[in-house]
């Protein structure tokens, strides 16, 4: 089954700086990649998501990159605020498979004033 | 669009009971839901996944006796913890994909803190 590898497990950025998570996956087959922010007790929330049919998608201040060949993808977040603080989770899926996700083990993001 | 929510938000029960958890799209129709489990400081993980009118799919390593799924509209699904332990105690989201939009999203709830005693 797909395996997501998901790095770094914390970062610590100064406000206005910007950050970078990353993630790996090994099912070629997949072809879809959300990025979920959970705040403390909540719920995931999805911020933004990747088709294996694109290479870069952007929102904001937010942008997702993929590279199919190495098989990983990445989340940037530029100016970040303090409320982007939380934990964010990459995630790998493909049709035939359910429709399934495969999380990767989070990054809990800190952004210090 | 694309609320899901879960009912209760909270529960604290006695060692040997059995709670109920709801989960409901708000303004779309759901024909798969999943269901996931996380622990503290930990990544989610998918326990079942639930389709409308059918059984639901039970990951390995997931009691389909002691987690009871039912997906009997296109809008709400349950899971039944049975028979609780202190083991059993964790978040317990779950997540609704939207068979109208993409082919993959899936938006979640809230989530339930189960605490057993």
């Known amino acids: 089954g797909e395996n997501v590898e998901q790095h770094p497990s914390t970062l610590s950025v100064q406000e206005g700086d910007s950050a970078v998570i990353k993630c790996t996956y090994s099912?070629?087959?997949?072809?879809?990649f959300p990025w979920y922010k959970q705040e403390l007790g909540k719920g995931p929330q999805l911020i933004i998501d990747?088709?294996?049919?694109?290479g870069e998608k952007k929102d904001q201040r937010i942008a997702v990159t993929l590279n199919k060949t190495a098989k990983h993808f990445s989340l940037h977040i530029t100016e970040t605020q303090p409320e982007d603080s939380a934990v964010y989770f990459c995630?790998?899926?493909?049709?035939?498979?359910?429709?399934?996700?495969?999380f990767g083990t989070g990054t809990q993001l800190k952004v210090e004033l | 669009g694309a609320v899901v929510s879960q009912h209760p938000s909270r529960v604290i029960c006695k060692s040997g009971t059995s709670v109920k958890i709801e989960c409901r799209s708000l303004?779309?129709?759901?024909?798969?839901m999943f269901w996931y489990r996380q622990f503290p400081k930990q990544s989610l993980m998918l326990m079942a996944t639930?389709?409308?009118?059918?059984?639901?799919?039970?990951e390995q390593g997931v009691e389909k006796d002691k987690f009871l799924i039912n997906h009997a509209s296109l809008t709400l699904s349950t899971l039944t913890v049975t028979s609780a332990h202190p083991e059993d105690s964790s978040f317990y989201i779950c997540?609704?994909?939207?068979?109208?939009?993409?082919?993959?999203?899936?938006?979640f709830g809230p989530g339930t803190r189960l605490t057993v005693l």
């Open positions: 639930s389709n409308e009118g059918s059984k639901a799919t039970y």
């Open positions: 995630a790998g899926g493909f049709k035939g498979g359910g429709n399934k996700l495969t």
């Open positions: 990747i088709r294996s049919n694109v």
């Open positions: 997540s609704a994909r939207d068979a109208s939009g993409g082919e993959n999203e899936q938006f």
């Open positions: 303004d779309f129709q759901a024909t798969t």
């Open positions: 099912d070629s087959a997949s072809n879809y």
